[in-house]
């Protein structure tokens, strides 16, 4: 495996973020604490959770049981969609840091923006709160259109430090990263090999087979060549330590190019303007 250090991302407010990390989405929590210590033992020191994901105890389990100081571990989670209230955001940041058993959050993100059963404009000012708390080195959303970051750009006073989104090759997200990257935020791909579907396509395999890399490798490196945020999920040590395995190839513009060709803007998850509950 290799041993070159995984690059981090400087958020708007100064902060580093691990470029490369971990999801735990679907993890389920008897698997998780053992699945998170395998993952921090393979090297990954940022892991992406959720409260909506039912395994929050369990990572701040492997944290704490991993030996590691726990500033040596970025850690994401995210206020459910049915937190969208001022007083309801804020128990449910209380809720999370509890469950972890941490005294801070590295980052927390507004999971979706659920605009029809919720204001997500006053879920953020509550968001805003927190983060003056101190209890929180940046605050971010997830899943929210460049329409919903304008209104809250609009009302609000601090830009989201990221905007969690579905992407990979066949849903490139190219609107939303222009409109991130133009207000300095960072774009966090999530889902990026697509829960496998991009692993079997012809183009992808064929890069892979000349560079001797697996699939999951060639797209993941595209998405950190593209300057992106990952965080892909595996439950098996091999699979884990082959995603982290990226930093001693690259790939060439015309690779760059096949793969981002293979946009087809087809998603996997749900409409963020259309989903009210998850
Ligand atoms: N903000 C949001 O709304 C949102 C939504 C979805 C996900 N996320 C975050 O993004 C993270 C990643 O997304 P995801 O879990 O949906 O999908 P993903 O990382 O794109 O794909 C995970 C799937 O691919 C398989 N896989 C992983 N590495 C592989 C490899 N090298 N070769 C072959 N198969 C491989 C895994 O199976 P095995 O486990 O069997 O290896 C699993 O079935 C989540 O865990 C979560 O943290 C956020």
Redesign the pocket.
């Known amino acids: 495996m290799t041993t070159t250090p995984v690059p981090a991302i400087v958020l708007n407010n100064g902060v580093p973020i691990p470029q490369l990390g971990y999801?735990?989405?679907?993890i389920n929590p008897e698997e998780t604490v053992d699945t998170v210590r395998r993952a921090l033992q393979v090297g990954y020191r940022h892991i992406?959770?959720?409260e909506l994901y039912h395994n929050e105890t369990q990572v701040g389990r492997a944290v704490h049981e991993s030996g590691l100081a726990r500033e040596d571990v970025f850690v994401t989670s995210?206020l459910d969609n049915d937190s969208h209230a001022h007083q309801a955001a804020l128990a449910a940041f209380q809720r999370s840091l509890d469950d972890l058993g941490f005294d801070y959050l590295d980052l927390f993100l507004i999971?979706?923006p659920t605009p029809a059963v919720g204001d997500y404009v006053e879920t953020w000012r509550a968001m805003e709160e927190i983060y003056r708390s101190g209890r929180v080195k940046a605050i971010g959303v997830?899943?929210f259109q460049p329409h919903h970051i304008q209104n809250l750009l609009e009302h609000t006073e601090i830009v989201p430090a990221v905007n969690?989104v579905?992407l990979?090759p066949y849903f490139a997200q190219e609107k939303v990263r222009e409109f991130n990257t133009e207000h300095g935020i960072a774009t966090e791909a999530?889902?990026?090999?697509?829960?496998?579907r991009v692993?079997h396509d012809p183009a992808v395999q064929t890069i892979a087979e000349r560079l001797s890399r697996?699939p999951?490798q060639v797209t993941l490196r595209w998405h950190l060549q593209r300057g992106d945020i990952v965080?892909?999920?595996?439950?098996?040590t091999q699979?884990m330590a082959?995603?982290f395995d990226l930093f001693d190839f690259t790939l060439a513009e015309p690779d760059m190019a096949a793969i981002s060709g293979l946009n087809r803007d087809e998603r996997i998850?749900p409409d963020p303007d259309t989903l009210n509950h998850l």
């Open positions: 999801g735990v989405f679907k992406d959770t959720a995210k999971h979706w997830s899943n969690q579905e990979h999530w889902s990026p090999i697509a829960q496998g692993l697996s999951a965080f892909p999920k595996s439950t098996t699979r082959e995603n998850g």
